[in-house]
Structures are given as C-alpha cells and as structure tokens.
C-alpha cells in the first residue's frame, strides 16, 4: 500500500482574515521599521486593497467622479492613516477597518455630491425638463402628464405662491424657507435628477435653519399644493379663492 498523503493545510479563502488582525496589532506594537514594512506589505496592505474595492463595488458612490483606482488607493492610505488607532478592544479588525473604509466614502460621496448641487443650483444653463422637488409634489404629476404640463404647472405654482407666500406664513423662519421652496420650483427645468434629500440639502444651505422646521413648512406647503394639483388636472389653472383671482399659464 502507498503511504496516505500528507493532508495540506487548507489556506483561508478570507482576504481579510485571523491574521490580517494578527498582523495589524503585530505591526502597531513593533519599532523596527524594517519588520513594520514587511507585515505591511506581506500580510495588511492585500486586505486592505481588497477590502477598499470591496466596498466601492458593493456601495458603488455614485457622485464620486474619480477613476476607481484612484478613489481605491485614496481609501486604503486612508485606512494606513488609521492603522494605530486600532487595538484589540477595538472588536473584529475587519468590522473596525470597513467602517473606517464607509465613512471615508460616505463622506467623500456626500461632499461630491453637494457641490454638483451647488453647480447646478447656480448653473444659467437649462437642460431637458425634470419634474421636482418630491416631497412638495409627491404625487408625482409627470407620470400621468406630460413634461410640458409639469411645466405649466410648476409655472402656476410659482406665481401662486409669489403672491400668497407671507398670506400662509406669518414667521420670518417660514417665510424664508417657503421661499427658498419657490425659488427651487421657478429653478426647476434647470437642476437635473433631484430628489427629496438634494431638496433637504439645498433650502438647508440656503436658509441655514434645522430639517426640522423644513419639515414642518413643507408639509404645510404640500397641503396646498396637492389641492392645487387636482384643481390644474380637472381645469388647467389655479384659482385663488381669497382674491377671486386665476392663474393661467401663458401661451
């Protein structure tokens, strides 16, 4: 009989595994530069290479406009900036170094994404008509009408409410707000791809006052508007019943 072969340890399929943590608390508690360098690149930095495209893959980022290479190798230098502050009653090293990783991102995304707001927001250049600010209009008009009628209607709005804004809001904080609102609405047809947080974001930068009382004046104003919204459908205007006044889009 042939002897019985040697049975191979099986490696772990893990990339970032026992002893990447192993590793990492070993290159923190050392002083030779030389060893240091040597459990980096041998045993922490695949991990954290591949933890960094890991992530970027899965959470995707999308207002980061950076080749991904480039956003991976800022993610994991930045995961080597934070290597000393992990110890061993820190938890799972894996857990603590993706956390690290989603933050950076989140943070990098979130900033990328405010500043294409900004550029927007300030932007004289029209695009192709996008109907907005969905927590004011959250019936959604544009999927039972045309673009041209989402137009028409936000038209209406903003001459609605240019005349009967400090009418519904006796407060400065309000009326600061609902403007910012309005000026959003007459801005439309030139901000591409807004959602409710782009809205939160936006009148938070232009009022510098709290969610919060953001909510508050919105539903308020959305109120108001969803009965407009029937009115325009069933008539093609809007009336103002305390002046006796229509507003009809012109020709």
């Known amino acids: 009989m042939n002897p019985p072969e040697e049975q191979v340890p099986k490696q772990s399929k893990m990339y970032f595994n026992s002893d990447t943590e192993k590793a990492i608390i070993q290159y923190n508690k050392s002083v030779d530069e030389f060893e240091r360098e040597v459990i980096f690149r041998q045993r922490i930095y695949p991990a954290f290479n591949k933890l960094a495209e890991n992530i970027i893959n899965r959470f995707k980022f999308p207002y980061i406009d950076e080749h991904f ?29 993706s956390v690290v990783a989603k933050n950076y991102l989140i943070l990098h995304n979130n900033n990328a994404y405010r500043e294409g707001l900004r550029s927007s927001y300030l932007s004289d250049s029209t695009s192709e008509d996008s109907f907005v600010l969905e927590e004011v209009l959250t019936t959604s008009l544009e999927s039972e009408t045309s673009r041209s009628d989402a137009r028409d209607f936000i038209n209406l709005l903003v001459q609605y409410w240019d005349f009967n804004l400090t009418k519904i809001f006796k407060k400065r904080k309000d009326i600061e707000i609902a403007n910012a609102v309005v000026e959003l609405l007459r801005r439309s047809n030139s901000i591409e791809n807004f959602n409710k947080k782009a809205l939160y974001l936006l009148i938070r930068e232009m009022t510098n006052h709290k969610t919060v009382h953001i909510t508050k004046v ?18 093609g205007h ?3 019943p305390s002046m006796h006044f229509v507003y009809k889009h012109e020709e």
Request: proline share 0%.
């Open 238 to 240: 809007l009336s103002d």
């Open 218 to 235: 919105i539903n308020k104003m959305k109120v108001h508007v969803l009965q407009q919204m029937k009115e325009y459908r069933r008539t």
């Open 69 to 97: 290479e480039d956003i991976k190798n800022q993610v994991v230098s930045f995961l080597v900036l934070n290597l000393h502050k992990f110890t061993e009653d820190k938890g799972k090293a894996f857990s603590y170094f």
